[in-house]
Structure formats: C-alpha cells, structure tokens
C-alpha cells in the first residue's frame, strides 16, 4: 500500500506529472488470459480528453496509450501491464507566476510543505492530468467485470441540478457536460460559457451507478466496498465529498422511511428501495451501487486572488492558462474509472477469501 | 492491507464479534517510549459507553480494557499493543428472528451472501459494538500526536440542524448529544425521545475538527490525506456520507468563492478562509483539518419492515432488544478516534519519506 | 504489510512478550465455513511445548490456546480469528543481570539501539515463545490446505548429520529431536545433553517438505513462493539461513546435474528430479516443495561471554535460567506452521488472480 | 505488497518482458530533494550489461535508462520515479521449440500451468532481463544511503572457492568475474568456459557485505531485516539459498563460539566477532550486513535434456541462443542493488516508527 498504488489484489500504480516526457499506470494482479490491446483503452482516454468542447480545458492532446507489457499476442499473460501516455503539449509557457507565487486552492503550497520544493509547471504531480493514467488503468479493470455495467453522468453544475423526472441515460453522450436530462444540458451550455468568460469555475456533482454487481463484494471491516469506494473518489482531484445511496440525505430520514424493504425475488430478495446504494455492512447486496462525488470548482481562473510568495510577500495571483471551466465534466470517466478498479478489486479479494477451501 | 488492518506504518487491527467473549484491538507501529496505561484509554471508552443516557442503547457494559502487550514499565515498546475489552453483557435473549430473517438496512443478508452464514447474535462482526474496539486504538494513536487537537459533535439530528452563530465548543461536554448548540440540545432532547417512544430512530451528522495539524501530511496520490479520512469515516457502521471542508457545498460554489486566500503570517502564510477543510492536493495545509460525516438512522427498530426469511419466504420483522434511537450520537468519539488514527499514521508517514536523509 | 503482520490474503498478526499476561495472533482473511475448535490448534501447540524432555527448555506452560473470534457454531466465519495463550509460568525470576548488560547474540542490544529500551525479562518481544503463536495460526493456515501434507524434521545437530538411507518418516514422532533416523537419534541424545551439561548449546538444521501442492502457486516476481518461504523462514528466531530444494548444493552442480528433467506422466509432466525443491520462476511445480533452515545454538548459554553494559562498561556475563540447549529442535513444529501459512495464503492469492473471470 | 512490488516505504514495482518493447521500474516513496539524473543511474546498469565478455550472455543491448517522472530541476520531487529502459535487441528468433515444449529448470512449466500460457520469447517475465529493473531502482536507494557502503563479489563458482586469505577487494573490478581472489579469477577464466564450450553451466555463490549501517534498522517480527534481505534475494532468478552471517556454518557451532562477544568501544559497543552478519533479533547491530547467496547453474544448456512438450509428449530439448554460462556472475550487481533496496526501505521505516513524537 504505497503511496502511488490503489487497490489491494487488483492494483494499480500511477506516475508522471502533468509537463515531464510521459505519464503511465502499471496495473498489477490482472488475471491472464484476457483480450485486450490499445483499441480497448482508448474510447475511454478520448471520452476523458481535453480540448473537446469550448467547456473543457484547450489543451490539445492524443493522449494515445501504449501497452509496454504484460500482454502477448492480444491477450494479458497475468504480468505487470504497464501503461505510458505521453505528454505531447507541454507549451514552453512562462510559468514564473506559479513559481513564485501559491495559487489558493491548489496544491502549491502544501507540496511545498511538504516536500521543500515542487514541480509547479502545470501543477505537477497534482495536475489533473494524472487522471488519464486511472482512466486507462480503468479500462483494464473492466475486463474482470464483463457483467457489471457503469456509468456516470453530471447530475448538478453550481447550483442548477437535472430534473430526475427528465433523467434519460441515453442523452448522457449526447451532450459535452454527460448529462442525462436534455433541459438541463441546454441550460449548463449558458452557465458554464458565463463562468468561462468570467474567467471564473463551477463545481459540479457527479453520480455513479454499477449495476449487475452480485451480493457479497467487499472485505469487512476495513476493506468495506463502501470505505474503498469512498477513497478512491476522494481520492480524485478536486473532489471534497462522497455520497454511498442516499448519503446525507439518508441522515434526514427516518429508520423505517431509510430501511430497503426486501420481498421474495426470482433470484433471491428483491429489494423494495434502494437507500443504501447497494451496500450493506459494507458489502454488496445485489442491488444496484450508487455513489456521488461533489468536484469543487477549480482553483484555476482568471480572477486575482490574495496570496503569498514563496518568499512571504503578499501578492495577487491569477492562473494563466488553459483550464476547465468545470473540471466535474471531465470527471465523469475518472469516476467511472475508479468504480471499475474498486470493484475489479474487491470482486478478485471476494473469490480469494470466499471460494470453496 | 489486510481486510481488518487499518493505516500503513501506525496500523491497527481489530477483532471479535458483538456477542463473543471478548472484542480488542491490535496496534502495531507505535513510536517507543511513550507513557500509556489502561488508564489513557479509559476515558475515550466511557465516553462511547452505551447506557449512559436514555438516547442511547441500555446494554450495560463496562467496557474495560486491558493492555495485553506492548507496555513495559508504563511506556510503550514499539512492539504491538494488544486490547483487549470483555463482552460482559451477552444477554441470552432468543435471536431466532434475526437468525431465520434478514433485517433490511442491517448487514444480515449481505454476510449471509458473502460467507454463506453468519454470526447473527446481536449482529456478529458488523456490529457497532466493534468500534470500541477503534475507540481504544484512537486513544493510542492520541499520544503519538501531542500538539493536535481533535474534538468532534454533533450538528444535527434528524432534519433539525445546531445554529453555528450558538456554536459553543464548552456546550459539547454539557449534553447527552455532544451538541455545542446548548437550544438545540434541548429540542433534541424531545426529537429523540419520541423517536425512541415510536421504535423509530433518527440519522445524525457529526462534525470533526482536528487543530494543531501542520502543513506537509499526506501522502499523494493514493494515501492521500483526504482519501484516507474518507476510507476511515465510511468504514464507521452507519456512515453514509464524507465530506472535507465545505464538501457538496463547494459544488455550488463559484472558483473565486471556494478559494482560501492567503496573506503574510507570523509562521508561514496565514489564510482568511477554510472552505477547504485544511487539506489541498491531499495533503495539510496548517489549517484545522475539517470534514462532516452522515450517519444514518439505524435500521434496528420496532416498527415492522417487510422482508425475506433465509428459505426465502416473506416475512415481515422488527429488531426487539435495546438499541440506540440515533446511532450518530455515540459515533462522536468513534469519529474522533478514526481521525487520531489516521493523523498518527500520516505523522509518520510523513517523517519516513520526507525527513532529512 | 506491517511489521507484526505476515501475509497477503490469508494473514496473521502476532502480539505478546514472553513474560507478558499473554501472547496471541490474529488471523485475518480465513475462508468461512471451516471446522475449527481449540482442539484442532492444541496438537500443535502440545508439539512445539517447552518442558516436555530435557532436550528442551524446562519452562513450563500449559499453552493452552483460546478462540476469541472468528468461529461461531464450530465453524469459522470469514472475520478474524483472534488466538491468545495465557503465560502462566512467569516466574519472578531476577532479571538484573539481563537489564543491566546485553547478552551477546541476543537481541539485547539491537532492541536498545532501536528502540531506546527494551523489556528485558524473558527476551520480551524477542523470545522464540512468539512462536507459539505462529504454531496457533498455522494450525489454522492447515484448514485451508485439506490436500496438502507439511511434515519437518531435524537432519542436522551440531555437526551431526543424518543418513539418509536410513530416513524413515515414522521415526520422526518416535524420539524428542523429530529425527527421522533412528540412529542419529541415539547419538543426539548424548551430544545434546553433554551440551546441556556444558552449559552450551548446538545448531541444527531442519528440513520441510510439503507434498499436495498442485503446480501453480506462488506470484511472480516479489510474491515469488520460494521469496515468501525465504521471508517466513527468516524471520524465525535464531535461523540463519534458507535453502529451497538443493539450496547452496545447487552452485555446485552443473547445468545439465542441476536441471529436473520431466516425461509424460498420468496428471501433467512426471519430474525425475527435485533438484529444485518444487519451485521454477517462483511457482510451483506440482513437485514436493521442499526447505532447509539452519538454526543458530541458542545464545543463552552458561558459558560466560564477554559484553558490555548499558552503561558502556566491559562485563561478562551468563544467560541463567531454563535453555534449550538445541533450539533448532523446537523449531520443527514452527518450520512447519510458516510453511502452512505461506502456502495456504499463496493459494489465495492464485485463485484471487487466475480463477476465471 | 502486491505480486510487482517490494518494499514497504521505500517501494519499487518493476514491470517488463524479456522480448516487449522494454522495461522498467517505478520508485516510490523516495524523498524529496536528492540529486538524481540519468548518469548516477546508468554506471551500476553497465555493470549488469550483457555482452561485455565471453562469460557473460551475448546479447547486446545498451540498456539505457531514461527517467520519465519524479525528478525536477535535477531533484527527486519526493513522487513516483519512472525509469524506462528500452529492449533494443529483441532478435527475431526462432522461439518455435521453446513455445512448443518445457525447458527443465525454467519457469516454462510451471508459468503454464499458473497462467493457462505465457510469452515464451526469451522467457518473457521470468528472464532475468528484469533485474535490470531492479538495477535501475537500486541505484536510486543509494540516494538515501549515503553513509552505507555496498559492495557483492564472487565468493564460489562451481566448486572452486576463493581463498579468503587472498582476499583484496581492489580486485574486484579488475577481471569479469567479480572476484576478489586474484588467483581464482585466473582458475575461473578456464573453468568458466570449458562450460561454455561444453554447452553447460556453473552455479555460483555471491557475497555482499554492507557498511557503515547504524545500529537500530530492521522491524520485528514480521519485516526484520534478515527476513526482508532472505526475501530481497530470494526473488533473484537462478536464487537457491540464502545466508545471514555464517548462515549454515553457525548451526556446526556452539554457543560460546558462535557469540559475537563486545567489548566498550568509542562508539557504543565493539563487536569481537561477527559470526551474526550484522543482524541480531532482525535488527542491525552496527556490525556490517553481510549475506551469502546461492545461484544455481542457469537452466539454459545446449546439452538436451529430457522434456515434455504442451501437449503432454515426451520431447528433448536445448535451449538455443545466447546465454550465461555462469548466472551468478552477473547477479552481482542484483544482489547490490536489492541489499540498497532493503536498507533504504528499513531506514524510513526505522525514522517513521522511532523518531520523536
């Protein structure tokens, strides 16, 4: 459990900052035999990338994967599969500004701390472009769960959230913010335009769902689906809270209102409700697993703010650049990417711990 | 990284089952030459201690814990400590209901699923009863952190929230509730009594401040500070919601709103804001780590909840026996415990990569 | 992987100093629905059981081993097992001799160096009485390995060897040195106890086979099978050395002496050699798997030897008190126990990653 | 502690066939702030390289390393080091008869029968082209030993020892074999390539000694510094056994004669003797760190050798190209590298757990 690894039996190890040559992902502990090869990889890293709509970050990059190992004619042969996406658009820009100065909300000043100096071009190590790693990572992920279906959308940008009357998971493609309700997508196109203009960013919440997970994935007490599931999302840039099912909302209910009432199904209970998100005790139940993630907006915009210098003066800082008006969107695959890792994870620890002696 | 080891270099395991002899807990990695008796941790047990009050479950335990190792001449060796705290209240009572049907909401079905059985006298291993077990662990890990501050209480109870301009830190001692709003401990009061009256309970959310943090812990990308608060806080029995900082609230925020400006302090920069939570890029910034947690209504109550028998029969059940109308409340010190057990690990996990070599 | 904790998957967690109130091991991740009372773990505890010849040390306990958690209607329940052993015989001996100057080849010294002081009395946390919590959680390792027979012996006492042409598996039981050779036996009888009366003490070396072990387990390349058995050997006390299958013997052979040649057999090759002790890239073979471990003569001897104080000043000193004279011999049911465990966490960990998908 | 990775805070994960487009390695856990380019890295790489004299393999390959991540400003950042080395001589063989059929001695079999297949070219993960992976990342554990003195030479090839009354260690560097016994480096030169030219191959025993380590690193029970380094060496390719100190000589000694008695030195205790290697209770003593290590004669001879093929018929087999005939001497360099790769782990683990709180 190093700093730079996720999971415990399927794992992954991420590294690279956002302007060095390349960054990459080894995926460690996936089971041999099955099919894969770049073209698997790549829908999902170009579902992620940047520079496709105006509401997104204009850097423009391939962000094409090459699979350097663990693979022999097209299938994995259960080795280490290392993953390397290189850096293609690392403008020669000025990043003196950054250098000098900590841009609040960022991790400038903390890795500082921390570490006595940093990498400021482009944030670095803590620059969201890390997040494409995990997201190839997550592609191989979903060949151990060939009968687990996920998804995610973006249920709320700033304060204006979809209409669940209006929700039709066959729009979510169909717009640059994977939203689910058309209206909703109409409005956001105004709302995150003004925010970019502004030079300012939005937060934006964003929903997952997994649905053909069977009951029994998750290791308690300390491996619960649950507790895995919440750090791998917080894990996430720009992510400050996790909801499993009803979350906080299930703390305004009462017991009988949150219980999930169960009636005999065809294939075991058939459960009335689904509050809980489809764990319990944290394990699966065989309901459907529900999770939100609130991305604040980011700390990237073009509005001064008070700061200090590395040398404690004061100074106002803005942050030049390209940037996502609302880095929720561009969210959506790394939060599906974590669920498909979570749960490749615990679904290997569940046979490891539970098949017949 | 076993299922019930928690942290990486100050590790705890846990053990035992609501209704077995005995619960404890192992702590591995404590620093040498600290003071620690019996008596350091008792106190963080009784806080917990079920029975205390009307609000909170009527099984009477002592909950006295014993140092079995790790302890020479009242300082700690550096070689594990084990816990050890006796079930003493294992009241025969007749769990033939909960044996045959699975409570919804409780962990039943899905350990029945997983382990193909369970122990399901008074909930077995998913049982609340084992964050004593954390509790007595925090009160370890407290004494690898001197200089930290760690309080924790109660913000709201149902639908009806404290009101922080009455937020008084001296009120939280004051109550059955640790509420630091002294007018919304006596609504609670009321609130949670019917609750109870009805066999009915209530969610809760509680809040948890740890002050005194420096900047410079955790660990990027995947041991980040953030993320494993969430891990640990999800991994409470209840919780289902983690938030750092003004978590969901930060969605709604605008770039410029949500930063935490900077300005020229006496050590280091001083900041005007903590929206988020004391933690940027997953590690501490210098200011009070912050985060709320949701607990839910517990799901034992005397109101019948329709549900399927182990034969897969329908059935209908309530959970007799004596059970805490809001569970959130004696969540308090588990909460804090969790974050004392979490800081203490990071504290040397920042030491080991980052001290001078 | 923390430093008390062994294993992968299937793992165990040890506590406890040799004149603590007691010493346990807390297994984790044992598969549920096995068969387990106190009765399938005393066997091998009454094995390793100081006091039961005069080749061995005349402390005495009973070991009496009690289940915590884990098991509930005899069978185990996938949460985990906490074991303790009470010390009984602590007696109130005089340790100043012990506390006051470190005892060569001890861990004395080490300990203060690491950890700034250390409990003396018994060799603390040092004490090869630990090891009778690695026996309890092996005998719990053994019910996951059903098909697998682990059996060690003693081939060397002091200079002392064996013939193996007169190996004879039922002899090991016959004599108090789990000798296999019947005469060897008689003559350690009488090196080992003119050792005894010496006030000395002898090495010896111990031989593991286990048969059973289907082709297969063990994951390249830091998991490796025979690194794990290194590992495992290794960290018992007063062992300073592993070989795998041939071991050093192998350096001395050529290619082509070495190489374990295979033919068409009933079920997969047919070896005609086991040159390599059942492991090939780590993984093995379907052969035997097979060990040699050389323990050190236990440094506690009555022989004065020349050490210095706390205080830095020249002493001699004397190990008083009940010795094994040959602690090798003790060391058998350990070997044994290590090897059960790495074996049965291997075998996890292979259907964890190659069960199908 | 996953299957590719070693270490616990210091940690590497290595990743890579012996026929795919490369190599590498992932650092992580390094601090922050040493100086680090390509050029302290590439010199221990050479010393592993191929081809550099008739003993050795003569496949040619540069084997230079880049370094993707973690190094800023000619400064490790304190985040993951990503070292790639490319395969540039992946000659287009005819690997048709290995594909076909096991090679005895070889991981062929038993990665089959794991796996369900495996990449046969070269022997895909089981070549021993991975340690110079480790190679790569052993170098960088340097960094952090900057007091600790690491040297391995050839102690043994075949059954030809050096005669330690030869012993200079300035000849080390002066002949291919890594010998420090002038006169048994001149027997080698014949020795090692009558086996050559026979088409067969020796085994060899490596020696590394580490100074100038402090007294206090190592983490009983379960990461002791002598099981970590068994573990360390033990997943070396060709690896059959492993010594601490006197390693199976000890277990021919008595008590009196195996202490390392101490007398007051300047510096804390001086050691008499050194029988212990440096290592007593699992923990550095101060003494140097010394091991043995067994490689037994590679598997790849041209000399046929009874064999199965996949499909279960009896075949005989050579193993064609271009090969070691002595294994051991370029596992010098390995058994270096993997000595730093344990001490820099033990020591940030040591400063993690005893540093002052």
Redesign the interface.
């Known amino acids: 459990?190093?700093?730079?690894?996720?999971?415990?039996?399927f794992?992954f190890?991420?590294?690279?900052?956002s302007h060095?040559?390349?960054?990459?992902a080894?995926v460690?502990?996936?089971?041999?035999?099955?099919p894969l090869s770049e073209a698997d990889i790549q829908p999902f890293l170009d579902k992620r990338k940047p520079g496709t709509s105006k509401f997104t970050t204009q850097r423009r990059e391939p962000d094409e994967v090459?699979i350097?190992?663990?693979v022999?004619e097209g299938?994995t042969?259960?080795?280490?599969?290392?993953l390397?996406i290189e850096n293609t658009d690392q403008r020669s820009k000025d990043y003196s500004d950054v250098a000098k100065a900590?841009r609040?909300?960022?991790?400038d000043?903390?890795?500082d701390?921390?570490?006595?100096?940093?990498?400021y071009r482009g944030g670095?190590?803590?620059s969201a472009r890390?997040t494409a790693s995990r997201v190839a990572a997550g592609a191989v992920a979903r060949?151990?769960l060939?009968d687990v279906d996920i998804f995610a959308y973006v249920s709320?940008i700033?304060?204006d959230a979809i209409d669940y009357a209006r929700f039709d998971a066959a729009e979510i493609g169909n717009n640059p913010f994977f939203c689910p309700d058309r209206e909703a997508a109409q409005r956001w196109e105004q709302l995150v335009d003004d925010?970019r203009k502004d030079g300012?960013?939005?937060?934006?919440?964003v929903e997952c769902v997994a649905s053909g997970v069977?009951?029994?994935?998750?290791?308690?007490?300390?491996?619960?689906l649950?507790?895995?599931?919440?750090?791998?999302?917080?894990?996430i840039n720009a992510v400050?809270?996790?909801?499993?099912?009803?979350?906080?909302a299930?703390?305004?209910?009462?017991?009988?209102?949150?219980?999930?009432?169960?009636?005999?199904g065809e294939d075991?209970?058939a459960f009335?409700a689904n509050?809980?998100?489809g764990?319990?005790?944290?394990?699966?139940?065989?309901q459907p697993v529900k999770l939100r993630v609130?991305?604040?907006?980011?700390?990237?915009?073009l509005?001064p703010?008070?700061?200090?210098t590395r040398e404690?003066?004061?100074s106002d800082i803005i942050t030049k650049g390209r940037h996502d008006p609302c880095v929720?969107i561009r969210g959506v695959p790394v939060v599906e990417a974590m669920m498909a890792l979570v749960l490749a994870d615990q679904k290997?620890?569940?046979?490891?711990?539970?098949?017949?002696?």
């Open positions: 459990m190093s700093f730079n690894t996720f999971g415990r039996v794992r190890s991420t590294w690279g900052e060095g040559p390349a960054i990459g080894v460690d502990g996936c089971p041999p035999g099955l090459r350097l190992s663990g022999f299938r042969t259960g080795t280490p599969i290392s390397m900590y609040p909300g960022h991790a000043y903390a890795y701390a921390k570490y006595g100096f940093r990498d670095g190590r803590s890390e060949l151990v060939p709320e700033g304060d925010a300012s960013s939005l937060g934006a919440v069977p009951a029994g994935w998750g290791a308690p007490l300390y491996a619960k649950d507790s895995e599931l919440a750090a791998a999302m917080m894990s400050k809270g996790v909801e499993i099912g009803d979350g906080f299930a703390a305004r209910l009462r017991g009988e209102e949150n219980a999930d009432p169960m009636r005999p075991g209970p009335l509050h809980a998100g764990i319990a005790g944290g394990i699966s139940t065989g609130a991305f604040k907006p980011t700390s990237s915009i509005i703010v008070e700061t200090v404690g003066e004061a929720g290997l620890l569940h046979r490891a711990q539970c098949g017949s002696v």
